[in-house]
């Protein structure tokens, strides 16, 4: 045999290194190695591990109180089960729990206003810190200075009505709710509206997105089945083609900002039938839209609005539903005002009025009373925001720095002001704020009927606890405040009541219709409409922390670090704007840009629709810096009695 | 020319085959959990014989792995489920062939223990519902899913050993696709 040679040996290596890389190939393990490094990438978290076990308890994110079932993991929570399987407030429960950047101890700045890094913050403990916010209180109100302190929460329960209560305690009017649903109808009508959805037969949705993060979600979700199974109509008055609009019985594409028009002119054809509401003048304003004025102005067919009426009044228990948006809310008093007029005209069962009982009016001090006496009440937040001042600020759970379209106005203030949040992640308000008290999730929040499903995260304490102990500490407050803590308060709390009927006043409507024909009326300079849309997880922004709730967004909304705006076709075609193109869109308040644009049919004409929700300037790495928040340029005329801005509609223009 | 597809083909063929195989049993390895498997058990006798025999379909699966009245799933049956046939006060030989006889090696157990564990388990952070998709049916009434599509033929298995292990996410969202399930991250993680 001859003699081997490095040569040989070279193909000897060569082949076997070849078997080998094949083998190993063949085998599949190099794909499998991809799919872990895909799985890697995805930054899941991984339970130490150890006993598995479900934890039973009642959801308390809403009024339904749904059984609620907790797999765990050891101590870990790893997945929670509702008996409302389409409830997105479960979805996103952990999210929050866990989240990586979730505030573990109150924090107090140290650095400049304006940055959320954590190099501007020092960690402290709750009685330094909590001693600290009293002195300065104890000082505004003793120099007769306590209606500079004010409060904003983000939604109207215990916890805001306990801040509200410190607030007044203080000697001050400037407690707020930041716009909602029930805070929005509360000022219109005098009291929020409680739809018995389930039982009605017809619904009547005046541009109110049902199943896109309206009301509480789990309910809607409820009730959707319920009309499916049998057989309610839903209809749904909105200019742009939204999941509920796409699912609804009957879709009335209307005009931009025209719902309360239509809502009139389904009345005009009810009085006829011998149906009133409100007072002579307000029918003599509703005689006025007969259907083919009304039909001019939505856009619509008289014999569609005709149609409409005939059916809403021979439904067995028709309802009319005004709050126009999902998450975010923004209708006029005017509107909800119309809207509650259709269903007193046919006496729905599904819409009445009620009211949450609140703590009472605190007794006040003598310091109290007198810094009151020269206090100022403006009708609501976006008013307070504009024309208030304040030098102390209390923010619970709210962002309006983010949410109001005076959230420039409101960082200017906050930026020579002293200001404490309340809250579980840090955000766009919280960047100047001085004092960051974390808050607790619904997981970790005990009820009046038992324990907190999951112990509270890190030095986490309820927002209702922390303004408890705070209060004790304000020597003009604590008697206002008897409770040892929140949970003491939530066993003694009691039901809703009824608020009566609503006062149907001719006086809000006329002024609001006057404006709305201006706002209707296109100008050269500003052609187009601007209407938002939201994401049912995004919302009005709180869902744009959550890593899960980015990887649900569609490619059409937002992509390559670009929000997407949806434009009628046509109206894209006459503006030159093509697919995917970059444009900015400028109004008389400013300019947002840049966006790439989707055409579509399901967008009224002369019309844009841009999702909410985006354009964070902190609320985590997740959210921080995606696309733009178009509150910026939004109009910003303020309700009379709401105090809100109506920034439903804004005239623009693409630039 | 020969010598050289010698000394090339060779040690490829040679290190092709043992390439292969010590891959392979790697994935398997990292792809399964490595339970005790105190008991070995005999699918295909059980199906194929003693089903029929008891008027029982070879898809009868749920008979041993069967559901919580919650609807959680079961998975590996208890030693209760085995003497409910073969029963603990049965003989344990020349009792005919149509009768399940007692097995002494289930004396040591009590009725509640599982001497065997799962090849499949996924890890905590995942959740998996085998009733929703195993209920789940195309409009015609068929099933959309069957057990082997995840475990592998244990029909026609005749011991415990494993076929198939755990599945990456991948092949869960190929499943998920084909029946319509939504591959939203919050279906199976929260």
Known sequence: MKKLERKDFLMLGGGAVAGGLAGYVFSGAPFLGLQWLVEWTQDQHVPVGGPEQYLKAICGACRNSCDMSIRMIGDRAVKIETSNSGCPFSQNALQLLYHPERLDSPLKRTGKKGTARASAFERVSWDEAIADIAKRMNKLIGAKKGNMIAGISKNDNLAGALLNRLVKASGSANAYYEPTLNTLAQAALGGYVDYDLDNADFILSFGARLLEGWGTPCTMNKSFVAWKKKGAKLVQADAVRTRTASIADTWLAIKPGTEIVLALGIANCLAKKGRAAGGADWMAIVGKYTPEKTAAITGLKAKQIEDVADAFARAGNPVAVAGRGGSGVSSSSAEFLAVQALNAMVGSRAATLKKSQDLGEPALSADAAASLKDAKKPAGLDDFIKNGNFEMLFVNEADPAYRSVYGADLINKMEGAFVVAFMPLLNDTAMYADYIFPSLSYLETASATGDAPLKPYMKAVHAGDAIISLAKKVDDAKGAFPWNGYIDLVKTYGAAAGAGAANFNAKVLNDYLASLEKMLKASDEFPLSLVPIELAFVGDGDGLAFPYVLKAIDDKTYSQGKLWVQINRKTADEQGVSEGERIDIESSRGEIGSVRAHLTDTVAPGTIAIPLGFGHKAYTRYAREKGVNPKEIMTNDIDPLTGAANWWLTRVKIS | ?190
């Open chain 2, 1 to 190: 020319m020969k010598r050289t597809v010698f000394l090339i083909g060779i040690p490829f063929l040679v290190t092709l085959y043992f390439g292969f195989i010590f891959s392979s049993k790697g994935c398997n390895y990292v792809m399964a959990n490595h339970p005790d498997k105190l008991i070995d058990f005999n699918h295909k006798s059980h199906l194929s014989k003693y089903f029929p025999e008891n008027g029982l379909s070879k898809d009868d699966c749920t008979i041993c792995h069967d559901y919580y009245p919650n609807g959680r799933f079961k998975g590996l049956p208890t030693v209760a489920e085995c003497t409910s046939c073969h029963d603990r006060n049965a003989p344990s030989k020349d009792a005919g062939p149509n009768v399940a006889r007692r097995k002494p090696m289930f004396d040591e157990y009590k009725d509640t223990d599982k001497p065997w564990g799962s090849f499949a388990k996924q890890p905590g952070l995942v959740y998996f519902s085998h009733k929703v998709v195993m209920t789940a049916k195309y409009e015609d009434g068929r099933l959309k899913a069957r057990c082997g599509s995840c475990h592998g033929d244990k029909a026609d298995s005749m011991n415990a050993a494993a076929i198939k292990g755990k599945m990456l996410m991948g092949q869960c969202e190929d499943c998920h696709t084909a029946l319509n399930i939504s591959n939203k991250c919050a279906v199976c993680h929260d």
